[in-house]
């Protein structure tokens, strides 16, 4: 695993990302395609059922890849599905993930633009907390070019927070690279790394499990919200 592990920290440095091959069995794929079988795209709040994403979320492949990256107090903080199909196709542009969800507003230093999505407080925090994050997306099915994979700006994740209006222009002077992916193998990145997706051209299902982690608690009196 050390090997494994080594690989991708350095990947995730250099490039913002990583695709980790046959990241989870068969068997724990089909486990938690049986779990999330109600879930509909977006459903959030996994974290805190008691299920299987729980379960996977804490296994010790996922937390020791997580700490390479974060620190060892790695910890999920937010999951959700994600799940592109005929009746429930989209398309997202260039964007960063900066927000998080917390449990309640509060004044912070470097904490600024609240919202709330689903009844839950989000708010963008200082670019600090943002490095010591990183993503799992876990596919749940195969995802070749026609079923509207993840396309990521190769190493964006290292200029900071990116103003709307530069976005266009960063994306035209780096690498883009589409996270074609099979069942099993899993997307590592940064938060800040400029990512999009296109429309499905494809019947098949493309489902994905989100999972993010964070490497430490908020300044109090924030705190994570299991979301």
Do not use: Y
Not at 118 to 141: F, K, Q, Y
Request: with cysteine; net charge neutral; aromatic share 6%.
């Amino acid at each position: 695993m050390a090997s494994l592990l080594s690989n991708i920290a350095a990947e995730v440095a250099e490039r913002g990302f990583t695709i980790a091959r046959k990241f989870a069995s068969e068997a724990v794929v089909a486990q938690l395609l049986d779990d999330l079988a109600s879930i509909d795209h977006g459903a959030r709040g996994l974290l805190v059922r008691g299920n299987a994403v729980a379960a996977f979320a804490s296994t010790e492949l996922v937390l020791e890849t997580m700490r390479t990256l974060v620190g060892r107090e790695a910890r999920a903080v937010r999951a959700f599905v994600l799940d592109k199909r005929t009746d429930a196709n989209w398309g997202l542009g260039w964007h960063q993930d900066i927000t998080v969800a917390v449990q309640k507003r509060h004044a912070a230093v470097g904490f600024e633009i609240w919202s709330e999505k689903d009844g839950v407080t989000h708010v963008r925090p200082p670019v600090s907390v943002l490095e010591r994050m990183a993503s799992l997306r876990l596919h749940l099915d195969d995802a070749p070019l026609d079923c509207g994979p993840l396309l990521v700006a190769v190493g964006t994740h290292r200029r900071g927070i990116i103003a709307a209006e530069d976005v266009r222009a960063v994306t035209q002077e780096v690498e883009i690279f589409s996270c074609d992916c099979k069942a099993g193998d899993a997307v590592i990145a940064r938060p800040l790394l400029l990512h999009a997706s296109r429309r499905s051209r494809s019947s098949a299902r493309r489902r994905i499990l989100h999972i993010e982690f964070a490497g430490s608690e908020l300044p109090e009196p924030l705190r994570w919200h299991p979301f």
